[in-house]
């Protein structure tokens, strides 16, 4: 699967007239506490919406209405929306996702349904409702919400926006992850202004595993072999993690609760893995201590504010860091140079 923004149908910086990409910033402090020689960091609470899934969600929703009705282009779209407004757009959502489909829908001029788990806070469910969607609870988990979203859509109710799938090549999923291509062609333009743009190790957090897996993809040269991406999970959500170990996704049973609300998943995408496997990835699984930890971290480092989501990442580092059995096997020295992407601010 091509991630490159460039190649891309679409042109997915034209999604915004202001664009412009996310900062890439170095933290010694927090490099030094990882004993290693440098950690960048990819501020992705400075995207529109406040979080990177506005590049997968949104960009796939457009997609989907355009294809809907025929249409080739953005523009096209834009043009057309008294057609556009017979539409829905529907998926399942931590509440990230849910925010850049309803943003899909209210910019074409269609409608949107967000499932939510129940856990999800009202917070999360306020911005997307103020986008115009309807917010339907699911009293259960984020794969509850899922299986109820594609039920919806078997009906008849809408179009279905997800970001995880069981079928290795769904055209929606591939349509998110080339939206995350954006991240990726930034990133190649601005590791060229930090030393010699190499990096050795990249700690990427996973929910269902598309952003690690756009990591993957778009930085796989740069990255010196198998075993440098570490997907990092809570402890009660590693479906990525077994699914590494299994060959295959299989659901995590329980009730997946953790601090970091936006990877409480339990069962990882099949495109993702696909992609993940391809590449060597390797896992890395962290508590809730570390979880609820590591915004604190990031913030003594100097970096942006986040939530245990967003800083699942230095949490993974610093695991990693501060066990010599893990920094062996990762070969994790103090000459390495460590990306991590922190993926949202807090929501207001």
């Keep these: 699967m091509n991630t490159d923004a460039r190649t891309a149908h679409w042109n997915i910086a ?33 995207r529109p919406l406040g979080n990177f899934k506005a590049l997968g969600g949104l960009y796939a929703g457009l997609r989907a209405l355009a294809r809907a009705i025929g249409a080739d282009s953005l523009r096209e779209l834009e043009d057309r929306r008294h057609q556009v407004r017979a539409l829905r757009l529907l998926c399942a959502s931590d509440g990230n996702h849910g925010l850049a489909v309803a943003a899909a829908a209210a910019r074409a001029g269609a409608s949107a349904s967000v499932y939510l788990p129940s856990e999800v806070d009202a917070a999360r469910a306020r911005r997307i409702a103020r986008l115009g969607a309807e917010v339907v609870r699911i009293y259960g988990t984020y794969d509850d919400a899922v299986d109820t979203a594609a039920a919806a859509a078997s009906r008849g109710d809408g179009l279905l926006i997800a970001d995880t799938s069981d079928e290795p090549d769904d055209p929606v999923v591939a349509d998110v992850m080339a939206g995350y291509g954006l991240l990726l062609h930034e ?5 060229n202004e930090h030393g010699d743009g190499r990096i050795s190790h990249a700690f990427v957090q996973a929910g269902v595993g598309g952003l690690a897996a756009a990591v993957a993809e778009g930085l796989h040269q740069r990255l010196p072999g198998p075993g440098r991406l570490l997907v990092v999970e809570p402890a009660n959500a590693a479906c990525v993690a077994q699914a590494l170990s299994e060959g295959r996704p299989l659901r995590v049973p329980g009730e997946l609760h953790t601090s970091a609300e936006m990877l409480s998943c339990g069962l990882a995408s099949a495109p993702a893995m696909a992609i993940l496997k391809r590449h060597g990835a390797a896992s890395i699984v962290v508590d809730e201590a570390q979880l ?16 245990p989501s967003g800083a699942a990442g ?5 695991r990693c860091a501060e066990n010599s059995a893990l920094r062996s096997a990762h070969a994790l020295t103090e000459d390495s140079r460590v990306l991590l992407i922190v993926t949202e601010r807090p929501p207001a």
């Design 292 to 307: 609820l930890a590591a915004p604190g971290a990031l913030r003594d480092a100097d970096g942006p504010q986040t939530t």
């Design 314 to 318: 230095v949490a993974g580092l610093l």
């Design 14 to 46: 034209e999604l915004w007239d202001d664009y412009r990409p996310t900062p890439l910033i170095a933290l010694p402090a927090l490099a030094r506490r990882a004993g290693v020689a440098q950690v960048l960091v990819k501020c992705e609470g400075e």
């Design 187 to 191: 990133l190649h333009e601005q590791l």
